[in-house]
């Protein structure tokens, strides 16, 4: 059974998912996992954690801004979505993503945001490409909306 939880620091799961971030396969996770070391969010900002088989499998989070410069104003984001390679092809995503989305849509927001490179991945979960960004990084990324209000 899969369990979804969005967390603040202190949760029981929250150094659990710090570690998972930290080792886990992608190189944006240790990233992640010091943003939470240090607790660098916002009071309504949450990482959702997906718990299955005992242990937490997968993350993603919900803030304010992703990797777009403070002149786009989109927000809100869901952002680090990575699921454990053994626990790939669950859905584990789609339902971390609709965990987010739900919370967001609870705060009053109409719409919410996804950056990434992947293609044809977050379209199947009713998201519509805006277009393609640079983001603070240098980097291009595709920008990703679906409403939810």
């Known amino acids: 059974m ?3 939880y969005l967390m603040t620091q202190g949760h029981p799961y929250w150094e ?3 570690s998972l971030a930290e080792h886990c396969s992608w190189r944006a996770g240790p990233f992640l996992a010091e943003k939470m ?3 660098e969010f916002k009071e309504w900002e949450r990482v959702c954690a997906a718990y299955m088989d005992g242990k937490v499998v997968g993350f993603c989070t919900v803030a304010e801004k992703d990797e777009l410069p403070e002149e786009y104003a989109f927000t809100p984001f869901i952002g680090f979505v ?3 390679e053994t626990y790939r092809g669950k859905r584990l995503s ?3 993503i609709q965990n987010a989305a739900a ?3 609870r705060l009053g927001y ?3 945001y996804i950056m990434s490179g992947e293609i044809g991945l977050y379209e199947k979960y009713g998201f519509t490409k805006l277009g393609d960004y640079e983001t ?3 980097a291009v990324d595709q920008l990703f909306v679906k409403y939810i209000g």
Request: charged share 40%; aromatic share 12%; proline share 0%.
């Open 2 to 4: 899969t369990k979804l």
């Open 103 to 105: 919370y967001t849509r």
């Open 94 to 96: 789609e339902m971390m």
């Open 16 to 18: 659990e998912t710090i």
């Open 136 to 138: 603070i990084y240098g």
């Open 110 to 112: 109409e719409k919410i």
């Open 37 to 39: 070391r240090k607790n």
């Open 82 to 84: 990575f699921v454990e």
